[in-house]
């Protein structure tokens, strides 16, 4: 029952999260499109003003340079979004990898840690990449430059993650990096922007250039982070990306082609998109996925299944059977069943993907599955 609980549980956070992140980048992606559609007003207290249609009904937007004469007696915000996108995902690192550590997060081949150690450098980076990320945007380098160092910095993170924790456990964190910065920049920067420039209106002073100034630059920040965060996050669905010893090549390519791709969007929203902007994000992911490709495996001496599937036997079937012996599994992870020889052979991609080309199975290598023994798994697969 409590293994039952706990999916519940876990279902709940991530149909929460997925919710809440639709909402927080549905209103970016719309605002960064309204200020770049913006078109020229004759009031010259606005930065422009823009007619659309939708639902239905025709709406004027204007966006004042610094701020009208009096507010409005409503004035609507837009940070719950973000707030609760941040709780939701970090409950959710939090039940997936900080419970389960030895399971996700840890892997004894890469660094032997202790649960409590691994988990003090998983939020250690939160904070550290935080505290890095502010000094840069407060530092006197200008956006090209700073855009340069971050990737930098950010490729460094990826690198530096992939030598401590498993694949699927520095991916989680490397997303986690960014939404925690993206998150951020709403709560320490854009929100406390708006609330001196409120109080500036409301006291019939004129709003300080800066606040606005500083709160643009964050919140594109935000949307060039958007698509390589979402990468990140469903990244642990596919053991391909995390499970190649260039895996951490592959979050800065993916980073990049995402920043990209953004960037051709915003352009195109000025009306100027240079298609080589695209083109360049298509080929980053391009030579990502050469990159982590799989080499050909040759079948070498027939493998005879039984001795398969004394291996799955071995360090496979506590999970992935009918009635899983492995403590807090009600039943075998995505569905995957090998206690049977026609569940074996039925599952042999699977097996080939997981266990011996990613090396993604056993999850931390926690049943201690030796080089020799994918090794025989691998021979076997190929010959299939």
């Known amino acids: 029952m409590e293994a039952y609980l706990l999916d ?3 279902l709940l956070l991530r149909w929460a999260h997925v919710i809440v992140g639709i909402a927080w980048i549905g209103a970016s992606f719309y605002f960064i499109w309204l200020d770049d559609r913006l078109e020229p007003s004759r009031d010259p207290r606005l930065a422009g003003e823009l007619w659309a249609i939708h639902g239905g009904g025709f709406y004027r937007a204007e966006k004042y340079k610094l701020g009208p004469a009096q507010l409005p007696a409503t004035l609507h915000w837009f940070k719950w979004e973000a707030y609760w996108t941040w709780i939701t995902g970090f409950a959710l690192l939090v039940l997936m990898y900080y419970v389960n550590a030895e399971l996700y997060l840890i892997d004894p081949t890469v660094m032997p840690l202790s649960k409590g150690a691994a988990i003090g450098i998983g939020i250690g980076t ?19 430059a700073l855009a340069i160092v971050l990737l930098g910095f950010l490729a460094a993170a990826a690198w530096g993650l992939m030598q401590i924790f498993s694949g699927r456990g520095a991916f989680i964190h490397y997303g986690a990096i960014l939404g925690t910065i993206m998150s951020a920049n709403v709560l320490h920067v854009i929100i406390p922007g708006q609330r001196r420039m409120v109080e500036a209106v409301s006291e019939g002073r004129e709003p300080d250039p800066k606040d606005g100034a500083m709160g643009k630059q964050r919140s594109v920040h935000n949307t ?14 596919h053991a391909m990306t995390f499970g190649h010893r260039w895996s951490w090549l592959l979050l800065v390519a993916m980073t990049l082609a995402g920043a990209l791709i953004r960037v051709w969007f915003v352009l195109r929203h ?15 992911i391009a030579v990502a996925a050469w990159l982590i490709a799989p080499k050909t495996e040759t079948a070498g001496a027939a493998v005879p299944l039984s001795e398969v599937q004394k291996v799955i036997e071995a360090r496979c079937v506590a999970c992935h059977a009918q009635k899983p012996s492995f403590q807090g599994l009600a039943e075998a992870p995505k569905g995957v069943m090998l206690d049977t020889p026609e569940r074996i052979r039925a599952q042999v991609v699977q097996i080939r993907q997981q266990a011996v080309l ?9 049943t201690q599955m030796s080089e020799e023994e994918r090794s025989l798994l691998g021979r076997w697969a190929a010959a299939r």
């Open 8 to 10: 519940w549980l876990n």
């Open 126 to 144: 939160l904070v550290l990449s935080l505290a890095v990320y502010e000094g840069l945007c407060r530092s006197p380098l200008d956006e090209r």
């Open 224 to 237: 060039y982070f958007t698509l390589p965060v979402v990468f990140a996050m469903i990244s642990n669905h």
């Open 270 to 284: 000025k009306g100027r998109a240079p298609a080589w902007v695209w083109i360049a994000g298509v080929a980053a």
């Open 358 to 366: 990613t090396r993604a199975m056993p999850p931390g290598n926690l």
